[in-house]
């Protein structure tokens, strides 16, 4: 089965960058979503960025990172990237990988089959 595998994750302060990196194991698909999501105490779990794993990388941004957040993807790793640039205290949150098992993507994290473990990031 997909097992997703988070690290990047660190206290920072505001203005600081971070990269998140989620590497993935025992797919054997080719074409599927993956996205970052993020869930701050108190608060519902929330989209960040996808991308599409085929030839368009089509990607998906909240408005809210759009220009400070990018996703990127490794195929000879098996691995994808979330680099955060400007952070702020409001980005502080656990910060989840999630795979579909089909479909486009989606910022709705009910879509989504596969989670990582969750990263911290901390931004004061």
């Known amino acids: 089965d997909v097992q997703l595998v988070e690290s990047g994750g660190g206290s920072v302060q505001a203005g600081g960058s971070l990269r998140l990196s989620c590497t993935a194991s025992g797919d054997p698909y080719t074409k599927y979503c993956m996205a970052w999501f993020r869930q701050a105490p108190g608060k519902e779990r929330e989209g960040v960025a996808a991308l599409y794993s085929d030839a368009s990388y089509e990607t998906w941004y909240s408005d809210s990172m759009k220009g400070r957040f990018t996703i990127s993807k490794d195929n000879a790793k098996n691995t994808l990237y979330l680099q955060m640039n400007s952070l702020k205290p409001e980005d502080t949150a656990m910060y989840y990988c999630?795979?579909?098992?089909?479909?486009?993507?989606?910022?709705?994290?009910?879509?989504?089959?596969?989670w990582g473990q969750g990263t911290q990031v901390t931004v004061s």
């Open positions: 999630a795979r579909r098992r089909y479909g486009a993507c989606s910022p709705n994290a009910d879509r989504y089959a596969y």
